[in-house]
């Protein structure tokens, strides 16, 4: 069980907007720790598609955005497209806890 | 382009040993921090172990110390992990991961994965 929590699974039609939670405490998100979030696609190598809460790395669409506030992060996708199907993952760093990196459980989006 | 391919995976009995290697190409390996990560099957991420550029500063998840070791060679550009004692709870595929240099962040995200290689630990 982590302690940042993702719901397991969100889902949206094309051209819509979801948004995926990352909710954490005050020893990780709520103590300013900086969150990062991946696109892994089964069988390939997971990509970073936000770091430092809210920027994008060069060729990431800006469909993609991501937002933190308290203990929440959060990433918003619009104009949702079947190619964003993925499981999306946020990472932190918890004080609590003696490893230095910690990710989301994960959440599966289904585009219907 | 940043290229980071591993190897080295494969079926290995309980108690058994394996050696997994990450070849790095694209970039100044002897710059960037590195790390394994693993996702075993229907889990999430779990962050295993990270070595600095030089070499000299190594950390590693609870769930892997004593049993798991991470190694470099900047000259070969590649970056290991020593996997011994395995256990059933092992099977994973196992990602190597570079970590952001220089970055305002903590921590610093992960720019470039490797696609992985799987190791399956059964009798």
């Known amino acids: 069980q982590s302690v940042l929590t993702q719901p397991p699974s969100v889902s949206g039609a094309p051209g819509q907007r979801v948004t995926i939670s990352c909710t954490g405490s005050s020893s990780n998100i709520g103590a300013g720790y900086d969150v990062h979030w991946y696109q892994h696609l089964p069988g390939t190598a997971p990509k970073l598609l936000i770091y430092?809460?809210?920027n994008r790395p060069s060729g990431v669409p800006a469909r993609f955005s991501g937002s933190k506030s308290g203990t929440l992060a959060s990433l918003a996708i619009s104009g949702l497209q079947a190619e964003d199907e993925a499981d999306y993952y946020c990472?932190?760093?918890?004080?609590?806890?003696?490893?230095?990196?910690?990710f989301g459980g994960g959440t599966k989006l289904t585009v219907l | 382009q940043v290229q980071l391919v591993e190897s080295g995976g494969g079926l290995v009995k309980p108690g058994g040993s394996l050696r997994l290697s990450c070849a790095a190409s694209g970039f100044t390996f002897s710059d960037y921090y590195m790390n394994w990560i693993r996702q075993a099957p229907g889990k999430g991420l779990e962050w295993l172990s990270y070595i600095s550029d030089s070499g000299s500063t190594i950390n590693y998840a609870d769930s892997v110390k004593g049993r798991f070791t991470i190694s470099r060679d900047n000259a070969k550009n590649s970056l290991y992990l020593q996997v011994n004692s395995l256990r059933a709870e092992d099977t994973a595929v196992y990602y190597c991961a570079r970590e952001v240099v220089s970055s305002n962040y903590y921590p610093r995200p992960f720019d470039y994965w490797g696609q992985g290689t799987l190791v399956t630990v059964s009798s």
């Open positions: 430092g809460n809210s």
């Open positions: 990472q932190s760093y918890d004080s609590s806890l003696s490893a230095p990196v910690v």
